[in-house]
């Protein structure tokens, strides 16, 4: 099972309280060796050679893999999402595209020489550019429901008939909620991204130069203008 999946054990048993620590007994800043010592601590007892009830060693197990998985710790020690298998499929397509739009903005002459070119740092930007954007129309939207919602009911009709002022509220208050689902989407998606960026490194020859720290953004804003998710 990937361990950014979350299983239906898991959430028939947890819930959204659901916590890997928690199930492994084993405190937040806990090493990989340490997580591995819980779980073997725990299994001998909870395996069914040893009498142990399966559905709780599952459910140790699926936690053990969680923290393993670097992506998902970090996932939820930043956040507490645990990803779906959708979620994480569509992070690493358009990070996907994210790499090779800054690869080629990069080869065709950016201002920032290839020995001071940390590709998944600038990958983080054009993420990071994009979550901004992101969150401006969340509040954005936000504050137009609350608006919508305050108009609601104050307009009646005389008469019996359709009430037009009601009915456009209506529709637009519905499309707004549509509009801050897709936001809230997009956001969740972005955070799995930041945590995919995570595992990368990259070896630069020294600290780029003053005038390079804006260059990729000055000489190639549509990267981390352009809404690429």
């Known amino acids: 099972m990937n361990a950014l999946v979350v299983a239906s054990v898991e959430q028939e048993t947890y819930g959204e309280e659901w916590d890997p620590y928690l199930i492994l007994g084993i405190k937040r800043r806990s090493t990989p060796e340490q997580i591995r010592a819980a779980y073997r601590k725990k299994a001998k007892k909870l395996h069914s050679d040893a009498g142990g009830d399966a559905r709780s060693f599952l459910l140790l197990k699926d936690a053990h893999d969680f923290l393993m998985d670097t992506v998902a710790r970090s996932l939820w020690d930043r956040r507490q999402i645990r ?42 930007q054009v993420v990071c550019s994009n979550l901004d ?6 509040n954005q939207n936000r504050n137009r429901l609350r608006r919508l919602k305050l108009m609601k009911g104050k307009t009646r009709r005389k008469g019996k008939g359709d009430n037009m002022v009601a009915r456009i509220l209506d529709n637009q208050i519905a499309q707004t909620e549509i509009a801050l689902d897709q936001l809230a989407k997009q956001i969740r998606v972005g955070d799995v991204m930041l945590a995919e960026l995570e595992v990368y490194e990259c070896d630069v020859v020294a600290e780029p130069p003053p005038a390079a720290s804006d260059a990729f953004t000055a000489t190639y804003p549509v990267f981390t203008t352009r809404a690429f998710f």
Do not use: H, W
């Open 83 to 124: 990803a779906t298998e959708q979620e994480c499929k569509a992070a690493r397509t358009y990070l996907d595209d994210i790499c090779s739009a800054v690869i080629n903005g990069l080869a065709n002459g950016s201002q920032i020489p290839p020995e001071y070119a940390n590709i998944p740092d600038l990958m983080r």
């Open 133 to 138: 954007d992101f969150a401006k129309n969340q």
